[in-house]
């Protein structure tokens, strides 16, 4: 028996390093400053994916650093007034954009821009979206849970435990703070995902398997 794992085609998210990408979040239009950190999280917001405990730890995140950050939620779903209504309790909305449902070259283009990732799922496959991050070099925090750590490991990013909002504020913090740390998981996640998970590399093992 052989596992073979749906990929990703890592090409979309390469970037010319002689051109600067505009900062700029898709959909709603608004230019994010160069100082600022992008956290990102994209997908369907329904209680599954942890979203209550992101802007809980969000909160707290931004309480005890002095950097500059925008939380971005991109995606739809039965949450999303819910959402919306917790972070105007919470006092982050200065802070916090939602995008709504993104045409894929417009997540690309955010996956692309965006320094953090945060996947805080309670229940996964094996999450294209965390691929789809790493490809673009994104340090990736995600919770343990289905194939998830065969994407994130301790060279490839950061696992946390599920509805761990504390977890979730801890590694923000790490990785807004440590500069160098967020870019070397970054980098360290792309190299990983285009070694096991281009469809490349995933079309290869597929038609060895069918020769076999």
């Known amino acids: 028996t052989q596992l073979i794992y749906g990929g990703v085609d890592t090409s979309l998210f390469e970037v010319d390093p002689k051109m600067k990408l505009s900062r700029r979040i898709p959909k709603i239009d608004q230019q994010i400053s160069d100082d600022s950190i992008i956290i990102t999280y994209l997908g369907r917001l329904i209680w599954a994916k942890g979203l209550r405990e992101l802007l809980h730890a969000y ?9 500059e950050t925008m939380l971005v939620i991109a995606g739809a779903g039965e949450l999303s007034n819910e959402l919306k209504s917790q972070v105007q309790r919470l006092a982050i909305s200065d802070s916090v954009i939602f995008t709504g449902n993104l045409e894929y070259e417009d997540a690309v283009h955010l996956f692309n821009i965006s320094d953090i990732f945060v996947h805080p799922s309670f229940n996964e496959g094996l999450p ?31 696992l946390i435990e599920p509805k761990n909002t504390q977890q979730i504020t801890n590694s923000l913090i790490q990785l807004i703070n440590q500069p160098e740390l967020r870019k070397k998981l970054g980098k360290d996640a792309k190299l990983h995902v285009k070694r096991y998970f281009d469809w ?10 069918l020769q076999e």
């Open 59 to 67: 909160k707290e995140t931004i309480s005890q650093i002095n950097a």
């Open 128 to 158: 294209r979206v965390v691929l789809e991050s790493a490809a673009a070099g994104n340090a990736v925090i995600a919770t343990d849970v289905g194939s998830t750590k065969e994407i994130i490991n301790s060279q490839t990013g950061i």
């Open 200 to 209: 490349h590399v995933i079309t290869q093992q597929f038609y060895d398997f």
